[in-house]
């Protein structure tokens, strides 16, 4: 037989994390076929543009099938495109969407028939799970780095639709556990607060160093929720993308992961490295947090690492203060590019 290119399904493909991720397989595979499954509620075809110009690996050749992943028969699918991998991350990701139902409905519900088709035609899943499936666990107080069996008590409809998903896999492999059977190989990560290029489509829900940059940019001036002193943990995108192709791979132990960098920054943290990176030297300006979001506000996240290491043998790149330096200072590039062509 002749030989045949390596290929890939991609949902939510033309998303922040998905478009990044397809020019990095590219990147990686230069003869890649992927097939984007998308229906651009909140994606755009020019995320993959963008990333691919970034990238510098050409321009995009796959395909784009613009339906839901609730929409699509997967296992026929499975079996005539015969993908090395499918990458779910297609999903609502706005925190701030309050129909459960309609959050349910579609970020949970059509994992089901995902999950079951990739075993069934020996395909390996790897999706995206969130650190929103944490909420504000007892860990959180004492500022310990999440371990993932903290996780199950989140603090909105979001991060319950993918604890919901990760329920769906733990039950699935203590069922085969249970047969003597091995593990199928999919890998959930929960990605924890992604920051980087290609995110600038998202709005209200882009990351603190996004809107900072642009607010410190725009105004001269970074407001901050009182005393700027919540912590996050903030992982640079090229990380996120990079663990997410190793999670495919065939060293990668089946399960449920962290995916951050390990550290804590605070947002006078993110004030800092943007002055550094650009050369300012704004203060925080602090105003009080509403009172209805005090309940549900994650005022402390941090992902242990340990499993992830270990499991899917992979390790961060990125210091954040070092990626958000080299990110601001490219918002600021494109922004001063884009207005000298006004």
């Known amino acids: 037989m002749g030989y045949s290119p390596p290929v ?12 990044n991720l397809i020019a990095k397989l590219m990147c990686h595979e230069p003869d890649v076929v992927i097939y984007v499954v998308d229906d651009f509620r909140t994606g755009s075809y020019a995320n993959i543009v963008e990333a691919c110009q970034r990238a510098g690996v050409g321009a995009f050749a796959g395909s784009v099938l ?7 028969s997967w296992q026929p699918a499975l079996l005539g495109l015969e993908p090395k991998a499918v990458f779910h991350l297609a999903a609502i990701t706005d925190t701030l969407e309050f129909d459960e139902s309609k959050m349910l409905r579609v970020n949970t519900e059509p994992f089901t028939d995902i999950l079951e088709s990739c075993v069934e035609c020996d395909v390996p899943l790897v999706y995206a799970s969130s650190a929103a499936t944490y909420g504000s666990p007892a860990v959180a107080g004492d500022q310990i780095p999440f371990p993932v069996d903290a996780a199950g008590f989140p603090n909105n409809v979001y991060g319950f639709s993918k604890w919901l998903m990760d329920v769906e896999v733990m039950r699935f492999f203590a069922m085969r556990k249970a047969q003597k059977q091995e593990l199928p190989h999919v890998v959930g990560l929960r990605y924890f607060n992604v920051f980087g290029p290609g995110e600038a489509r998202k709005g209200k829900m882009a990351s603190m160093v996004y809107h900072l940059t642009n607010q410190m940019l725009d105004t001269g001036s970074a407001r901050l929720f009182k005393m700027g002193e919540h912590e996050r943990d903030q992982v640079f ?12 791979k065939k060293k990668a132990k089946p399960g449920i992961y962290n995916l951050g960098s390990g550290q804590t920054t605070s947002f006078n943290d993110i ?3 943007i002055n550094e990176a650009l ?10 947090m509403p009172e209805e979001m005090e309940a549900t506000y994650q005022h402390y996240t941090c992902a242990d690492m340990s499993l992830t290491k270990s499991g899917l043998k992979w390790s961060p790149a990125w210091s954040p203060i070092d990626a958000m330096i080299r990110y601001a200072r490219q918002i600021a590039a494109e922004r001063t590019d884009t207005q000298s062509h006004a």
């Open 66 to 72: 613009t339906e839901s992943v609730g929409d699509l």
């Open 8 to 19: 890939y399904i991609v949902t939510g493909g033309a998303g922040f994390i998905g478009s």
């Open 237 to 248: 995108v090229d990380d996120v993308v990079e663990c997410t192709i190793a999670a495919a």
């Open 279 to 288: 050369g300012m030297s704004v203060s925080p300006e602090y105003f009080a």
């Open 271 to 273: 004030v800092d490295a």
